[in-house]
T-cell receptor, first 113, second 114 residues
Framework: QKEVEQNSGPLSVPEGAIASLNCTYS??????FFWYRQYSGKSPELIMF????GDKEDGRFTAQLNKASQYVSLLIRDSQPSDSATYLC?????????????FGQGTRLTINP | EADIYQTPRYLVIGTGKKITLECSQT?????MYWYQQDPGMELHLIHY???????EKGDLSSESTVSRIRTEHFPLTLESARPSHTSQYLC?????????????FGPGTRLTVL
């Protein structure tokens, strides 16, 4: 089992709808969770982080964390064509006593005008 | 302005050449990382450093080497480039503290070995 799993997609959503991206993780001790956006040919850009159970909102983005079920999700409201990108989930894990950030394989999101 | 820089942005080079990819950050971060990413594929951690004179190999075996002589500088070297090294190389850094694992990425170096 991979430490961080995402559906690779592609996920296709009509413009103006809500895009929902999901991520599950295996390390119950993980405490910090991140969502990165990566446009084709560009480097990942941090868009959200969440440390506590529940929801965290930032503009059109909402991160949701459920530690009991070991999943974290990202909702994008009023989706725009500019949101089309690959979204990477990253989870802090402890490996051999050291904290490391483990990335999922990413979900490719396409917003259709 | 605090940032993370990579040079060159693009490099096309012949087989057997020695190359060094540069990465510098002005954010005062202790931790720095190198990732390798093929188009449309996952990020793979190849090297990381938690401070000066500290370097570790990552999850993906790589023929490259790194050094960390100064906090702000983390260069990656390939002694003899091969076509299999063709990829995008991303440098990242993060700070210290309880939850300071937010990694900030440089713009990347796209390497093509002919």
């Amino acid at each position: 089992q991979k430490e961080v799993e995402q559906n690779s997609g592609p996920l296709s959503v009509p413009e103006g709808a809500i895009a929902s991206l999901n991520c599950t993780y295996s390390d119950r001790g993980s405490q910090s969770f991140f969502w990165y956006r990566q446009y084709s040919g560009k480097s990942p850009e941090l868009i959200m982080f969440i440390y506590s159970n529940g929801d965290k909102e930032d503009g059109r983005f909402t991160a949701q964390l459920n530690k009991a079920s070991q999943y974290v999700s990202l909702l994008i409201r009023d989706s725009q064509p500019s949101d089309s990108a690959t979204y990477l989930c990253a989870v802090n894990v402890i490996i051999q006593g050291a904290q490391k950030l483990v990335f999922g394989q990413g979900t490719r999101l396409t917003i259709n005008p | 302005e605090a940032d993370i820089y990579q040079t060159p942005r693009y490099l096309v080079i012949g087989t057997g050449k020695k190359i060094t990819l540069e990465c510098s950050q002005t954010m005062g971060h202790d931790k720095m990382y190198w990732y390798q990413q093929d188009p449309g594929m996952e990020l793979h951690l190849i090297h990381y450093s938690y401070g000066v004179n500290s370097t570790e190999k990552g999850d993906l075996s790589s023929e490259s080497t790194v050094s960390r002589i100064r906090t702000e500088h983390f260069p990656l070297t390939l002694e003899s480039a091969r076509p299999s090294h063709t990829s995008q190389y991303l440098c990242a850094s993060s700070g210290s503290g309880d939850f300071a694992n937010e990694q900030f990425f440089g713009p990347g170096t796209r390497l093509t070995v002919l």
